[in-house]
């Protein structure tokens, strides 16, 4: 295995959430160090006024089925998943600095589970040893 | 004096066991033995990779009317 887990962070839709807190958890439990670069549409569910990501249009039909699915196993949130994996790994959250810039958001208005914000140079020499996802 | 340490993760679905038995290991010491009880069917695989790559010992790893038991040895502590 890779020396950790690089995770890009792009999408802003509720099903990329689900795997963004599955995988960062799971590296964390197996002493996987996970550096998480959070960008484009995701950017604002990682900011305090954080709304609630929803379901894309396409799977529609699916959302109820894995609403109830979800709530049957008592799956937590992705957001305490990653909140969860800070606790037990060596886990980080960057937010790139140019969504950032384009958005409009401070670092100030930053959820507490980000670290910094950072830009990309630093991210790739975060984690060059890594294996990187794009998600 | 080494401890068992008990883990209840029944109903929880992946990752949840793993994350429990990471929970407990964090206070557990080299010597100590984990009890991990738990009933999603990815645990069984699940359980061998983490004491593979957290350099733990699996003693026991048994299923019994749907719950899955696993026993660890704690060897793989730092430090």
């Known amino acids: 295995m890779a020396k950790g887990l690089g995770i890009i962070m792009f999408s802003g839709t509720a099903d990329k959430f689900i795997p963004l807190g599955v995988l960062t958890q799971t590296a964390a439990n197996l002493g996987v160090p996970v550096r998480i670069f959070v960008t484009g549409f995701a950017l604002p569910y990682f900011t305090k006024n954080k709304p609630e990501p929803r379901f894309p249009k396409e799977f529609e039909d699916m959302v109820p089925k894995v609403h109830e699915g979800m709530e049957r196993v008592k799956a937590p949130t992705w957001y305490d998943m990653v909140k969860d994996a800070k606790e037990l790994g060596d886990v980080k959250v960057y937010v790139c600095s140019l969504m950032a810039e384009i958005v409009g958001v401070k670092k100030e208005d930053m959820d507490p589970i980000v670290d910094d914000v950072v830009g990309a140079a630093f991210f790739m020499n975060e984690t060059e040893d890594y294996e990187i996802i794009f998600i | ?79």
Do not use: H
Not at chain 2, 48 to 71: C, D, F, H, M, Y
């Open chain 2, 1 to 79: 004096m080494p401890e068992l340490i008990k883990v209840d993760a029944r109903g929880m679905a992946c990752p949840g066991p793993i994350s429990a038995l990471t929970r407990a290991y964090r206070k557990a010491k080299n010597g100590d033995t984990i009890e991990v009880l738990a009933t999603d069917p990815g645990f069984k695989p699940d359980v061998q990779a983490w004491v593979k790559r957290t350099n733990n010992e699996l003693i026991e790893l048994t299923e019994e009317g749907g719950v899955i038991k696993a026993v660890i040895k704690v060897t793989g502590k730092r430090g």
